[in-house]
C-alpha cells in the first residue's frame, strides 16, 4: 500500500469547494498521488458530509489513492459500498468497536486498512491490531471539523505508535490528521508520522500544489534532522 517510511500529505478535500471536487483534485494532483476523504455520519461526529456516491463520482476524475476516514459508528454496513465506489482504503475508529471483524471485511474486500484513534485514546486500544493494518491515524484534533487547532498533546502518542511499530518491524504507515500546516508537519514529522492529512493548510492556499509541496518539504527536513 505505501513504502515503509514514505512520505505522503493526503489533501482532505473536507477544506475544498463540495461543488468544484473533481477540480479540487485536480489541483493537488501534480504534487501528490494521495486524496482524503472524510466521510462523516452525524452521530459518531456532530456533522454530516459525503459517502459513497461522491467518491464514486470522484473516482471518473481522479486516479489518486482515496484515503476514506470513516468517521462513522457503523463503517462495517458500509464498506462494501465504499470499495465499489473506488476507495483505496478505509480507515475506521477504533472507539466504535467490533474492530476484529471490521479488518476481516476489509481484507476480503481488498481494501487497504485503516485504524483511526482519537486524541484521547490512548495507543494501547490500537496496540493489539497492529499486525492486521496498513495504517494507523492518530487524530490531532477530535474529528468532526476542519480547521481546528493542532493538539500538541497527541504528540508523545505518535512517538509511541513509531517506537513499537519499528520494534516490531511492522509495515504500518503513521498517518496525523488535524491542524497540520507548516509548523506542526515538522512537530509531527519529528515524533514519528509519515502520512499528513491537510485540509485548511492546501487548500486555503493559492496554489495547492506549492502547498503539498512544502509541505512534504518541511515533513522530510525534520525526519532528517531527527534520525
Ligand atoms: C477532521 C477531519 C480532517 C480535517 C482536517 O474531522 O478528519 O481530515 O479535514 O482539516 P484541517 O487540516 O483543516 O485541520
Ligand atoms: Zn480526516
Given amino acids: 500500500m505505501l513504502g515503509f517510511n514514505e512520505v505522503k500529505i493526503a489533501p482532505s478535500?473536507?477544506?475544498a469547494d463540495f461543488g468544484n471536487l473533481a477540480e479540487a483534485a485536480g489541483e493537488v494532483a501534480v504534487a501528490t498521488d494521495w486524496l482524503h476523504i472524510d466521510v462523516m455520519d452525524g452521530h459518531f461526529v456532530p456533522n454530516l458530509t459525503v459517502g459513497p456516491p461522491v467518491v464514486a463520482s470522484l473516482r471518473k476524475h481522479s486516479g489518486a489513492f482515496f484515503d476514506c476516514h470513516l468517521m462513522m459508528t457503523n463503517p462495517g454496513d458500509h464498506l462494501e459500498s465504499f470499495q465499489r465506489a473506488g476507495a483505496s482504503s478505509v480507515t475506521v475508529h477504533v472507539e466504535v468497536g467490533g474492530i476484529g471483524e471490521v479488518i476481516e471485511e476489509m481484507n476480503r474486500l481488498g481494501l487497504g486498512v485503516g485504524l483511526a484513534c482519537n486524541p484521547d485514546t490512548p495507543f494501547a486500544v490500537?496496540?493489539?491490531f497492529l499486525e492486521r493494518i496498513d495504517l494507523l491515524l492518530l487524530m490531532t484534533v477530535f474529528p468532526?471539523?476542519?480547521?481546528?487547532?493542532f493538539m500538541p498533546q497527541v504528540l508523545p502518542k505518535i512517538a509511541e505508535a513509531r517506537r513499537v511499530i519499528d520494534e516490531r518491524g511492522l509495515p504500518v504507515a503513521v498517518e496525523v490528521d488535524g491542524g497540520i500546516d507548516l509548523r506542526t508537519v515538522s512537530d509531527t514529522a519529528a515524533a514519528g508520522a509519515r502520512v499528513f492529512v491537510a485540509g485548511s493548510a492546501v487548500f486555503s492556499h493559492e496554489q495547492p500544489w506549492k502547498a503539498v509541496e512544502e509541505l512534504r518539504d518541511r515533513a522530510i527536513e525534520a525526519i532528517k534532522a531527527s534520525a
Avoid: H, K
Wanted: aromatic share 8%; glycine share 24%.
Fill in 13 to 15: 478535500l473536507l477544506a
Fill in 126 to 128: 490500537a496496540e493489539p
Fill in 144 to 149: 468532526g471539523f476542519g480547521g481546528q487547532a
